[in-house]
């Protein structure tokens, strides 16, 4: 081994290690759920983004859903009005917003880009109590609609 491949597996041992840092740093929701498709933002009936055991079964929006009432979540039966329980919004621009009542009224909380909350439980962005639990009736981003 001459001196000048020593250097190259050098450098390539320590761009390894950096990428591995970054890894290591990113906040734990900040992968998409696989579903849930860049430009929309995604409801799901149960935590950890699922429906009945699979994140394939969402309620997506690229731009608002101004009554839930009238949509149920993809493969079910289950209406999307005062059920969810995660969303993500895997929006390319905009915050999104989500709402106690149909056509944004009421109680609402924001989700950043590329953020989502794995459980309304446990207190969403700005709130720490589960008062969202099975609650939303309305989203948008914000674009469209906002408080
Ligand atoms: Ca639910
Ligand atoms: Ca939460």
């Known amino acids: 081994m001459n001196k000048t491949s020593r250097f190259l597996i050098g450098a390539a041992t320590a761009l390894t290690l950096a990428a591995g840092a970054v890894a290591v740093a990113a906040p734990a929701n900040a992968a998409a759920p696989s579903s849930c498709a860049s430009g929309a933002s995604c409801l799901w009936d149960n935590m950890n983004y699922v429906t009945n055991g699979s994140v394939n079964n ?38 999104a917003y989500y709402w106690e009542d149909a056509f944004y009224k009421k109680a609402w909380f924001t989700l950043p880009k590329k953020t989502g909350d794995s459980d ?5 962005p700005g709130r720490s109590d589960g008062f969202f639990n099975n609650r939303l009736s ?8 906002h408080p």
């Open 58 to 95: 969402r309620l997506y929006f690229v731009q608002f859903v101004d009554n839930l009432a009238n949509y149920k979540y993809s493969n079910t039966q289950i209406s999307t009005n005062d059920t969810a329980n995660s969303a993500y919004n895997n929006g390319n621009t905009d915050a």
């Open 120 to 124: 309304f439980g446990n207190g969403v």
């Open 138 to 145: 309305s989203a948008s981003f914000y674009s469209i609609h």
